[in-house]
T-cell receptor, first 112, second 112 residues
Framework: GENVEQHPSTLSVQEGDSAVIKCTYS??????FPWYKQELGKRPQLIIDIRSNVGEKKDQRIAVTLNKTAKHFSLHITETQPEDSAVYFC???????????FGKGTRLHILP | DGGITQSPKYLFRKEGQNVTLSCEQN?????MYWYRQDPGQGLRLIYYSQIVNDFQKGDIAEGYSVSREKKESFPLTVTSAQKNPTAFYLCASSIIGFLGYTFGSGTRLTVV
């Protein structure tokens, strides 16, 4: 089955700097890659996603890139703000079923 | 609460007891999922169901049971066979083929 590895587990960046979180997946048949943000004590919320026929997608300060050959995908947050502090999860979905397999998460701290 | 409701928010269980966590959605979603979240472990899939009266085991199904008698409801029972049940449990739902999950607000289960 699918396995998703996520790095780093913790990331601290200065406010205004960029943050990058990287993930790899094992199943080459996976075709959908969502990213979720989870604030303390709250439910995960979808922030951006990308499908396997696209290499990059951007939404304001957030961008996701996908390298299908290497089975890598990354989340980029630019001009970080205090409200970006949260746990971020990458995930992958295969084309055999709709279940999402999550990475272990990255705790992002935005330093003042 | 976003169309998917989990109850209770907090639950305490004595060792040896079975407890049932409720998950109800009014989104007309076909698929429903249960995840367990532990610190540093991300979200791990327990069970999922894509159609009424049918469900599949996820990665950590041992010690858990589910039922899907109605499209709107997917209760999770944590049995006494689950050796370490203290965790945060998240229910989610989605439309088959659409791939976007909607999460409930979670139930925090503690064994006392």
């Amino acid at each position: 089955g699918e396995n998703v590895e996520q790095h780093p587990s913790t990331l601290s960046v200065q406010e205004g700097d960029s943050a990058v979180i990287k993930c790899t997946y094992s199943d080459s048949a996976s075709n959908y890659f969502p990213w979720y943000k989870q604030e303390l004590g709250k439910r995960p919320q979808l922030i951006i996603d990308i499908r396997s026929n696209v290499g990059e997608k951007k939404d304001q300060r957030i961008a996701v890139t996908l390298n299908k050959t290497a089975k890598h995908f990354s989340l980029h947050i630019t001009e970080t703000q205090p409200e970006d502090s949260a746990v971020y999860f990458c995930a992958a979905v295969g084309n055999r079923d709709d279940k999402i397999i999550f990475g272990k998460g990255t705790r992002l701290h935005i330093l003042p | 609460d976003g169309g998917i409701t989990q109850s209770p928010k907090y639950l305490f269980r004595k060792e040896g007891q079975n407890v049932t966590l409720s998950c109800e959605q009014n989104l007309n979603h076909d698929a429903m999922y249960w995840y367990r979240q532990d610190p540093g472990q991300g979200l791990r899939l327990i069970y999922y169901s894509q159609i009424v009266n049918d469900f599949q085991k996820g990665d950590i199904a041992e010690g858990y049971s589910v039922s899907r008698e109605k499209k709107e409801s997917f209760p999770l029972t944590v049995t006494s066979a689950q050796k370490n049940p203290t965790a945060f449990y998240l229910c989610a739902s989605s439309i088959i083929g659409f791939l976007g999950y909607t999460f409930g607000s979670g139930t925090r289960l503690t064994v006392v």
